[in-house]
């Protein structure tokens, strides 16, 4: 596949009882990342696939959101918009990591392209 899935996120309002819960059905560790104001971002890796993410942030529903890598994020943002998606987030950076954008295809579902940096 050219474009795999390459990050996996979940947002939670219990960031606690979301990595007990993920530690113990798949084994996965965590790590925390302060993000200064933005909270915490915990990170797992598992042994295969890609890793992921989770946080938790006021007022955001809980959902898992998928990230496809892409070789350029401005033109796969473009290229999205014109095949009649809409753009929720980005081209934003994320600093020393690369970039992403958050869109919702035209059947309604909710998907992410990242850049590498």
Avoid: C
């Amino acid at each position: 596949m050219s474009n795999p899935f390459v990050h996996l996120e979940l947002s939670t309002p219990d960031t606690a009882k979301a990595k007990a819960f993920y530690s113990n059905l798949f084994g996965w560790e965590f790590t925390d990342n302060d993000m200064g104001p933005s909270g915490v971002y915990s990170t797992f890796k598992p042994s295969s696939g890609p890793g992921g993410g989770l946080f938790s942030a006021p007022g955001m529903p809980t959902f898992w959101l998928a990230y496809v890598g892409v070789e350029d994020i401005d033109a796969s943002t473009e290229k999205a918009t014109s095949l009649g998606a809409t753009i929720l987030r980005g081209p934003m950076e994320i600093p020393t990591i690369g970039s992403f954008s958050i869109i919702t295809d035209p059947t309604g579902a909710t998907i992410a392209l990242f850049q590498p940096k």
